[in-house]
T-cell receptor, first 114, second 111 residues
Framework: DAGVTQSPTHLIKTRGQQVTLRCSPKSGHDTVSWYQQALGQGPQFIFQYYEEEERQRGNFPDRFSGHQFPNYSSELNVNALLLGDSALYLC?????????????FGSGTRLTVV | AQTVTQSQPEMSVQEAETVTLSCTYDTSESDYYLFWYKQPPSRQMILVIRQEAYKQQNATENRFSVNFQKAAKSFSLKISDSQLGDAAMYFCAYNFNKFYFGSGTKLNVKP
């Protein structure tokens, strides 16, 4: 049973560019959440998708957007990249009816903006 | 606003000994969930233990146990019989619809 799969594992982009990160949830999960983890810090909530809609959003600018597909997979898009966007981006999946039983996290995408 | 504080940036423990990692949180909610996650160099967050706020009994998972003090908003993790494989970053997290994570504690295990 595959867990959460994220791609790519590493990415280097230039300031001002746009990037798309992808996440496939664990089998049986229907909700995907995205987190940004800066170096030496804990993850911070970006947003959560369920039924192809953004359900909740953290304190991130509109440059951060997402999408969820009918197969529950999700994309995180970041426009006009800044140096401060360099971080590990984690995807976590869960079941909408069992959120608090814990989420399954992927291994993340390491984004470096130069 | 919900916040999670881990006041120990780094800790060390001798193999086979016991170590306690501290965590405090702030919330106005009464029904929520608390977690400890382990993040090894592989980067994946691994669930260590979970506590439901409405349960008074402290959660245990093999060598891992918590001391949950709801009134004090404290949620510490005790690791007994520490093993080399326990070395990692440990994050305390509060969950009420979404996760709020602390800044983490790096645990070193000495052979």
């Amino acid at each position: 049973d595959a867990g959460v799969t994220q791609s790519p594992t590493h990415l280097i982009k230039t300031r001002g560019q746009q990037v798309t990160l992808r996440c496939s949830p664990k089998s049986g999960h229907d909700t995907v959440s995205w987190y940004q983890q800066a170096l030496g810090q804990g993850p911070q909530f970006i947003f959560q998708y369920y039924e192809e809609e953004e359900r909740q959003r953290g304190n991130f600018p509109d440059r951060f957007s997402g999408h969820q597909f009918p197969n529950y997979s999700s994309e995180l898009n970041v426009n006009a990249l800044l140096l401060g966007d360099s971080a590990l981006y984690l995807c976590a999946s869960s079941r909408a009816d069992r959120h608090n039983y814990g989420y399954t996290f992927g291994s993340g995408t390491r984004l470096t903006v130069v | 606003a919900q916040t999670v504080t881990q006041s120990q940036p780094e800790m060390s423990v001798q193999e086979a000994e016991t170590v306690t990692l501290s965590c405090t949180y702030d919330t106005s909610e009464s029904d929520y969930y608390l977690f400890w996650y382990k993040q090894p160099p592989s980067r994946q967050m691994i669930l260590v233990i979970r506590q439901e706020a409405y349960k008074q009994q402290n959660a245990t998972e093999n060598r891992f146990s918590v001391n949950f003090q709801k009134a004090a908003k404290s949620f510490s993790l005790k690791i007994s019989d520490s093993q080399l494989g326990d070395a990692a970053m440990y994050f305390c997290a509060y969950n009420f619809n979404k996760f709020y994570f602390g800044s983490g504690t790096k645990l070193n295990v000495k052979p």
